[in-house]
């Protein structure tokens, strides 16, 4: 994966593990639903790291969150609603507008 920005990279890993013959078996069967609970775990652990005035763990855990957004956005894609780089223009968007 070398060349590659990191986000990239980790879309890519997250493509791997969804693969429908070659991915991970607990990766490949999970919906919006099933992972809403992790999603959810993970935004509460970013606020408990930065309670805790712990850098590090900030930055492990929005490393841990924005993995959850590469999840939805991953099967998002697959569904064909929406992919990664829509979330993030969306964003942008809405920052320019405001």
């Not at 990191?6 to 990766?27: F, H, Q, S, Y």
Request: with cysteine; proline share 4%; aromatic share 8%.
């Amino acid at each position: 994966m070398k060349g590659k920005s990191p986000i990239e990279n980790l879309k890519k890993v997250m493509a791997r593990l969804r693969d429908p013959t070659e991915g991970c078996p607990w990766d490949r069967e999970q919906t919006f639903t099933s992972i809403a609970p992790y999603t959810i775990e993970e935004a509460y652990e970013v606020s408990e790291a930065i309670e805790n005035n712990d850098i590090y763990s900030i930055k492990e855990e929005l490393g841990d969150l924005l993995l959850q957004i590469v999840f939805h956005s991953r099967i998002a894609e697959e569904l064909g609603h929406f992919d990664f780089n829509e979330v993030v223009q969306i964003i942008v968007d809405k920052m320019i507008r405001r």
